[in-house]
């Protein structure tokens, strides 16, 4: 089985990625020149954590480690849904973006759990690349 060279390599990290772009693009529209720091700063900083503790995880040399920072990414989705709720009800993002945001939070959150399960059934420590988690994007994971 091929393993994964480096966490860019995940899928479940592409689709973090993905979903911190995305964040971003709305954020800087709806600053229109002001900052609304507590929200603005906290989701950022949510969304971002999503995709940069599966980098980390990966990066730390133990499976123990790993399925660790797994767990701080499905907590990072859940705060990340958290300020874009309140984003939503301070009327910065319409009720269609925040659930298109968060589907895609609940799928992230899937797949970590999955991603978790996997690895504590795999002796090695970096996942394997045909593992329905890991396996390269398809084409509906764009940017």
């Not at 480690?65 to 910065?92: I, M, T, V």
């Not at 797949?111 to 996997?118: A, N, P, Q, R, V």
Request: net charge positive.
């Amino acid at each position: 089985m091929k393993t994964s060279k480096t966490f860019k390599d995940l899928v479940v990290w592409r689709k973090a990625d993905e979903l911190f772009h995305l964040v971003c693009e709305d954020v800087k529209r709806w600053q229109n020149g002001r900052m609304h720091h507590a929200i603005d700063l906290q989701l950022l900083d949510a969304v971002g954590s999503i995709s940069a503790n599966i980098a980390e995880g990966y990066g730390r040399g133990s499976p123990r480690e790993f399925e660790q920072f797994l767990r701080y990414s499905r907590g990072s989705a859940a705060e990340s849904d958290n300020w874009l709720w309140k984003a939503q009800q301070q009327g910065f993002i319409t009720h269609e973006r925040y659930a298109e945001y968060a589907q895609r939070l609940e799928e992230l959150c899937r797949m970590l759990g999955s991603f978790i399960y996997e690895l504590r059934k795999q002796p090695s420590r970096r996942p394997q690349l045909d593992s329905p988690i890991a396996r390269q994007p398809d084409s509906s994971i764009a940017r």
